[in-house]
Nanobody, 131 residues
Framework: QVQLRESGGGSVQAGDSLSLSCAAS?????????MGWFRQAPGKEREFVAG????????YYADSLKGRFTISKDNAVSMVYLQMNSLQPEDSAVYYC???????????????????????WGQGTQVTVSS
């Protein structure tokens, strides 16, 4: 059973940086697994932030966040990270780590941005950015 635990959230000022961590455990992760970060603000739908393939390390981002956020991983310790720079009040949300373990023949070149594809979720960590 996949288990995910986020950490690193907190309250910061606009323009600050914050790094989130996600500890993954529970099974051996396949190269095709996608580790994703999503966020959800009050009254809004959950939105995709970034994703990374467990094996090759291929990354992709929400267009609006590209350049400010960076996703990375350390397979040796089963950790996924989200570095967030130049934070703005609109970045305030609960941030979730999630896993898409679906294998497809085109996994090496496809992207997983739809939250419905992710079967496993962490409990979330709150990020609050003040102006």
């Amino acid at each position: 059973q996949v288990q995910l635990r986020e950490s690193g959230g907190g309250s910061v000022q606009a323009g600050d940086s914050l790094s989130l961590s996600c500890a993954a455990s529970g099974r051996t992760y396949g190269n095709w697994y996608v580790m994703g970060w999503f966020r959800q603000a009050p009254g809004k739908e959950r939105e995709f932030v970034a994703g990374i393939r467990w094996g090759p390390g291929t990354t992709y981002y929400a267009d609006s966040l590209k350049g400010r956020f960076t996703i990375s991983k350390d397979n040796a310790v089963s950790m996924v990270y989200l570095q967030m720079n130049s934070l703005q009040p609109e970045d305030s949300a609960v941030y979730y780590c999630a896993v898409d373990d679906t294998w497809t023949p085109t996994w090496a070149t496809s992207e997983s941005r739809d939250s419905d594809r992710y079967d496993y979720w962490g409990q979330g960590t709150q990020v609050t950015v003040s102006s």
